[in-house]
């Protein structure tokens, strides 16, 4: 029995060798309807189902992202099951992504259902020169199970595959800080919206310089917002957040807003509101924007009229073009306004709360500003900017994280006096970075510490004759009243 069994065996397989072989010389219909049969009588002994994932889509130049999830989650573990790799350096990947080379094969257990990955190419259908990416070599990956499983692999498994493909994609991909161009730079060949490089910028919430309990509550509330997709779902908002960083100049925003990203490993768009000429181009903008993203637009108080007063200063404008003779001049300013930017306030409002604020999860939008108080109440409001943060002068327990950043020091003799002086001197986290940073090899952290007392005593005196000043000028004030 066993001998004739085998023998049926080998004529099988040199059945099917020569099936394979010879198939492509018979004509179109006759190979098909031959194909089709033979593997009819196949599958009714085959108990195993196949998927293929081509590497292109119907859409010839379009490459298929299934297929990179699929090859970035095998990479985790072809490197130990593999005997043949290949390694690709994936656009916008920090790392060497490591795949199966054509026709190797490697295992995969899901639930307790063991699976098989196999890796081909199909070679091209005309050897003529094409500038189309279609037509070179196909790559697929073919996944082979147990007809029984079908529905946990087909419902489950291959859910889970691209979900954990599409993780590690985002978790060694480069991150990068984007601007926008001018719209006159938006078209032509490779013209794009957003030019970026790569997003590079080393601080983190340890070296920011701020209250520690303040920066617990800010990265406690970043944490809770990136893990908030199926939450925002549930409450029908779009998965975003704003922030609003306001405070003097050198308190720390922009480094904010780096610490920000390298926590959550984000994208960075710095939006510049005054190469954007209307409405519609930062809607166009706002679309061209990926997920797990931070929008930022610095110094927003400065960036357009945002405070209600366009229309006034417009029309004083007018006014004195009215009241100039000179025809070349009223031409200059014409010029001028045709060219400015046309955003508007609620331009502005409908793309960060609107219908239009949904195109697109995971982002978060950030306004900078130094005089919060210029700002029109509508943008700023709650909903709109979320969560409004502080950046005020340095404190204490800033300047602690400062010494250690600069001077690796975590106590010293001075810092009783800098802890006095802290409670009357105002200086921006900024310029106590200044006079903490050694300017030569000779100078050491107690060089360094005199030269912050130092400051920080003439900070105090100043504001001691500033406020010394304003109160003689509240007293002569209050005499010319009387009298």
């Not at 297929?67 to 916008?92: C, G, H, M, P, W």
């Not at 060949?189 to 070296?207: C, L, M, Q, R, Y």
């Not at 904010?256 to 959550?264: D, E, G, S």
Request: glycine fraction near 4%; charge should be neutral.
């Amino acid at each position: 029995m066993w001998t004739e069994l085998s023998a049926t065996i080998s004529s099988l397989a040199v059945a099917f060798f020569m099936f394979e072989k010879y198939l492509n010389y018979f004509p179109y219909t006759i190979r098909g309807y031959v194909e089709r049969n033979f593997r009819k009588v196949v599958n009714f002994v085959n108990p195993y189902v196949e998927i293929s994932f081509h590497e292109f889509t119907s859409e010839r130049l379009k490459r298929s992202d299934a297929f990179f999830a699929i090859q970035t989650y095998l990479s985790t573990s072809t490197t130990e099951n593999a005997r043949r790799l290949k390694a690709d350096v994936v656009k916008d990947s920090q790392s060497v992504v490591l795949s199966m080379d054509a026709n190797e094969e490697v295992t995969d257990v899901f639930n307790g259902i063991k699976v098989w990955w196999a890796s081909g190419k199909m070679p091209p259908q005309s050897k003529s020169i094409s500038l189309f990416p279609g037509s070179e070599e196909k790559r697929y990956y073919k996944l082979t199970f147990h007809k029984h499983y079908r529905e946990i692999i087909t419902k489950s498994y291959v859910e889970h595959v691209l979900k954990k493909g599409k993780e590690i994609e985002v978790k060694n991909r480069q991150r990068m800080l984007y601007t926008n161009n001018p719209s006159k730079d938006w078209h032509g060949w490779k013209a794009t919206k957003w030019g970026n490089i790569v997003f590079e910028h080393p601080s983190t919430f340890d070296t920011l310089a701020m209250d520690t309990a303040k920066k617990e509550e800010i990265k406690k509330d970043l944490i809770k917002f990136s893990k908030g997709k199926d939450y925002y779902a549930k409450i029908g908002k779009a998965w975003k957040r704003g922030y609003l960083l306001y405070g003097p100049p050198g308190t720390g925003k922009s480094s904010m807003i780096a610490a920000m990203a390298n926590l959550l490993d984000y994208d960075v768009y710095d939006l510049e509101l005054t190469t954007i000429k209307d409405n519609s181009e930062l809607r166009m903008l706002l679309i061209e924007t990926k997920g797990k993203s931070i929008i930022v637009i610095e110094d927003i108080d400065c960036s357009l009229d945002l405070t209600g007063q366009r229309k006034k200063r417009k029309e004083k404008d007018d006014d004195e073009a009215d009241k100039e003779k000179d025809p070349i001049s009223k031409k200059k300013k014409e010029a001028e306004e045709e060219s400015g930017s046309k955003v508007t306030l609620s331009g502005l409002l409908n793309v960060i709360d609107g219908i239009w604020s949904a195109c697109g999860g995971e982002r978060i939008i950030i306004f900078t500003t130094n005089y919060v108080d210029k700002l029109d109440p509508a943008l700023i409001r709650r909903g709109r900017m979320d969560k409004h943060i502080e950046m005020s002068y340095c404190c204490f327990e800033a300047f602690k994280v400062l010494a250690r950043n600069y001077l690796d020091i975590e106590s010293h003799e001075l810092f009783g006096k800098i802890e006095e002086l802290f409670v009357e001197a105002k200086m921006s986290p900024a310029d106590v970075a200044d006079n903490l940073m050694p300017k030569s090899d000779e100078q050491d952290e107690e060089t360094c510490l005199k030269r912050l007392v130092e400051a920080l005593e003439a900070s105090k005196e100043e504001a001691r004759k500033k406020s010394e000043e304003e109160a003689l000028l509240k007293t002569k004030d209050g005499v010319v009243t009387e009298g």
